[in-house]
């Protein structure tokens, strides 16, 4: 444990030079603009979690272009593949979780008095919305360490998103509960959450490679 606490002091100053930052820049500054609902006289509660819904997506696709290492794929570095690939997602993950937990916390505070909403659903659709470029991302890196392993992110993003559009009403996982709480499509978030925590997992694993080591 020790010495991996040291490699990680030692490494984090050279991983945040390497992590292209203006991708997550655009991302905050994205996230940021999708609250302008808010300031309507009466926002519509569609329109208000949208932006939440929006403002993780984009965090979360401007974190995953942190995660290809364009060395690693090429030289043999002297620090495991995983213990890499995690600082590098911590390094945009912490700071983007920390930006939408402050615009969370903005704009209930400032729809309060018009739109309630279950605080737990939300959170875990925004964990979802966030996480998905991120996973797919870091199976992009792991098959090619350029900028085109990141792309992978934002297409699946896409892809899924028009994919839910097609279901609507009550087999809408888009849709607020009701009176007697969560539709079955609902339940649909929890498990996304949790099988994007194991791709994300097996995504950042050691590498087969020489170069993984």
Do not use: K
């Not at 309060?112 to 470029?133: E, F, K, N, R």
């Not at 792991?142 to 990141?150: Q, V």
């Not at 097609?166 to 007697?180: E, I, K, R, V, Y």
């Amino acid at each position: 444990m020790s010495r991996l606490l040291t490699t990680t002091r030692l490494l984090i100053p050279h991983l945040v030079r390497a992590v292209p930052w203006w991708p997550f820049g655009a991302a905050v500054l994205l996230a940021v603009l999708a609250q302008l609902s808010v300031l309507a006289e009466d926002p519509l509660d569609r329109a208000v979690l949208s932006g939440l819904w929006l403002a993780a997506g984009a965090l979360g696709a401007g974190a995953g272009f942190a995660l290809p290492d364009a060395m690693g794929s090429t030289v043999i570095t002297p620090v495991s593949r995983w213990v890499r690939q995690w600082l590098r997602a911590a390094l945009v993950l912490l700071p983007a979780v920390a930006v939408w937990t402050l615009l969370y916390v903005a704009v209930r505070q400032t729809v309060a008095s018009h739109i309630t909403w279950p605080a737990g659903l939300v959170i875990i659709q925004a964990a979802v919305c966030g996480l998905l470029p991120v996973a797919a991302a870091a199976v992009g890196a792991r098959y090619r360490e350029t900028t085109t392993g990141a792309l992978v992110g934002p297409a699946a993003q896409g892809v899924l998103l028009v994919g839910s559009l097609f279901f609507t009403q009550q087999a809408s996982p888009w849709s607020m509960p009701g009176p007697t709480g969560w539709t079955a499509a609902q339940h649909v978030w929890p498990i996304t959450l949790a099988l994007l925590l194991i791709t994300l997992l097996l995504a950042n694993r050691e590498s087969t490679g020489p170069a993984g080591a």
